[in-house]
């Protein structure tokens, strides 16, 4: 159930709806928005008594059934479109977000050259693999807390927030301490322990779809996010695998409307990932940006000739630059900045 709240109530009224639901045997989740407080209650509607009563409360505006499984991410728990906030940008807004950096993490000169040169390009976000999800055991995994280290030097050199991957439970609070986002990438978008880990440390989420993961699927997952008391979910689009071999995978981007009919929170897309062809990617980002996304997640990489890992799918320095270029007026269009 969904319980809107008039605006200007006092702390006290909150605090009696919030007494009642519990006292029925619900959940509340609290979702504050600008003017209006939302409640979702979560519970088996067909065994507890129900919350329709509370209508009649002074201070209760609605209270309104939820039909889809998924309830806290989707459109009928909240109206309006949720931001999320990382350093200082925020995804969701006006502005559209650019993600990005290599794939690797591989030293400090690479790292840094790269933050540096995508900042003043216009990227408004450093992403980069301090550990590595690679199907093969031989091939490298990443720098692990050493990449991390260098990441967070990379920020405070160059004020743009950090983005990486989670891929152990055990990493979660580790991890946390030295980025803004936590990417879950598309091996673990269904790995719901991980997700749980990540969304208790309170920071920021960035899910990725499933590689064959339906979008009831992708909704669910992210509804780990949300029932563990974070708000803070992007669900991220990055081609899911078909019988096409000409790309790495099919960047479906039917998913970033239909997210955005179901749901509230903030749609990203990788056509790094998607594509596995770093010629692809600019015009998959156009087409992103047509689309509606709030943001792209980008790899580039100083010389992708010699990365440590998928370099045929990043961009060189030069490359993003001209890519932000011709970006611009499709932004523009989209009505955003």
């Known amino acids: 159930m969904i319980i809107v709240l008039k605006p200007n109530i006092t702390k006290d009224q909150e605090a009696a709806v919030l007494k009642e639901i519990r006292r029925l045997k619900y959940r509340p989740h609290i979702m504050r928005g600008v003017a209006r407080t939302v409640v979702g209650a979560i519970g088996d509607e067909q065994t507890h008594q129900t919350l329709e009563t509370l209508a009649s409360w002074p201070q209760v505006e609605s209270v309104m059934p939820v039909q889809k499984r998924y309830k806290l991410v989707s459109r009928e728990a909240h109206r309006?479109?949720?931001?999320?906030?990382?350093?200082?940008?925020?995804?969701?807004?006006?502005?559209?977000?650019?993600?990005?950096?290599?794939?690797?993490v591989e030293s400090e000169k690479q790292l840094l050259t790269t933050a540096h040169r995508v900042k003043a390009a216009g990227a408004t976000i450093l992403r980069g693999g301090a550990f590595k999800p690679r199907t093969s055991p031989y091939e490298f995994q990443g720098l692990g807390e050493a990449g991390l280290k260098l990441l967070a030097q990379a920020r405070a050199e160059t004020g743009l927030a950090v983005i990486t991957e989670l891929l152990s439970e055990d990493h979660a609070e580790m991890?946390?301490?030295?980025?803004?986002?936590?990417?879950?990438?598309?091996?673990?978008?269904?790995?719901?322990?991980?997700?749980?880990?990540?969304?208790?440390?309170?920071?920021?989420?960035l899910l990725k779809r499933g590689l064959a993961m339906r979008i009831e699927e992708w909704l669910l997952a992210g509804e780990y996010v949300l029932s563990n008391e974070n708000p803070n979910l992007m669900f991220c689009e990055r081609g899911i695998r078909t019988f096409e071999h000409y790309t790495r995978n099919t960047l479906d981007l039917t998913a970033v409307p239909i997210i955005k009919r179901e749901s509230h929170c903030p749609v990203v897309v990788d056509p790094s990932q998607a594509a596995g062809r770093a010629e692809l990617v600019t015009a998959m980002c156009k087409g992103a940006v047509?689309?509606?996304?709030?943001?792209?997640?980008?790899?580039?990489?100083?010389?992708?000739?010699?990365?440590?890992?998928?370099?045929?799918?990043?961009?060189?320095?030069?490359?993003?630059?001209?890519?932000?270029?011709?970006?611009?007026?499709?932004?523009?269009?989209?009505?955003?900045?």
């Open 175 to 205: 991890v946390a301490e030295y980025t803004d986002i936590i990417q879950i990438g598309t091996r673990n978008a269904q790995n719901f322990q991980l997700l749980i880990a990540a969304a208790r440390t309170g920071k920021p989420i």
């Open 290 to 337: 047509a689309m509606g996304a709030d943001a792209v997640l980008i790899e580039v990489h100083p010389n992708p000739t010699e990365a440590w890992s998928d370099g045929a799918q990043q961009l060189t320095l030069d490359g993003f630059a001209q890519l932000m270029r011709e970006l611009k007026p499709f932004i523009a269009a989209a009505g955003r900045e």
């Open 80 to 104: 309006a479109d949720s931001t999320v906030r990382a350093g200082n940008q925020v995804i969701g807004g006006r502005k559209f977000q650019v993600m990005a950096g290599p794939c690797s």
